[in-house]
């Protein structure tokens, strides 16, 4: 069973007379395990996709499964549920809370799992530890670099131990050498963890550490190629 399936997925909008089809039938699979980079130009579908995907939106026509389930007929509370327990989110912005400490943030997605606060405590510390992070857990997101950002964010991401990494360019705000380390990151969770990973980005340098590149125009999908990587 693939992990995530879609079949002529749609997404229209209708902005005062004038239709949008952000996405205008989108038939793909992604197994467990992959590693893919979704490319194209601005406006071009990216994160509708992403979004739909990953249950933070409702297709207008079409179907999207995750793990076999129909999650176009979920509603917003199940969805909400399902985000939790498999998806974990990194954005182009990181999206820390401010004034909250490095461990606090990523003890947040644990907040009702139903673990005690020591078990919250000690799993968020091994995550950030697992991020080069150990000794930088008090600090606010203010008194980390850029790249330590995105790898608290990245911790916060895998905390819930989420088979599924989505990322919606997430190498945007970072420079090359930062770029580079938070990619590798994302190679050695897809290696060694087994976590499948979904990127957008423009820029073929990172696109380059992906297994496979799907390519979007005009809210369809123009190519997809399987690589190896480098
Ligand atoms: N809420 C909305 N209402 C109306 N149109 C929208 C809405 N969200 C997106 N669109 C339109 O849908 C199309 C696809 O947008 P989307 O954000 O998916 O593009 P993208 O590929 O992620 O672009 P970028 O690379 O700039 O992030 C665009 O034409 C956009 O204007
Ligand atoms: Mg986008």
Redesign the pocket.
Known sequence: MALIETVGLK?I?N?GGSV?A??DGITTNIEKGEFVAIM????????????LIGCLDKPTAGRCFLEGMDIGCLNRDELAVIRNKKIGFVFQSFNLLPRTSAIENVELPMLYSGLSPLDRKLRARKALKMMGLEGREEHLPNQLSGGQQQRVAIARALVNDAPLIMA??PTGNLDTKASEEIMELFVKLNEESHITVIL?T?EHDIAAFSKRIIR?LD?KIVSDEKRSRP
Request: charged share 15%; no cysteine; glycine share 16%.
């Open positions: 997404k909008y902005l949008i952000a996405l194209g130009p601005s406006g071009s579908g990216k994160s509708t996709f992403m979004n919606d360019e957008v423009h979007f809210g």
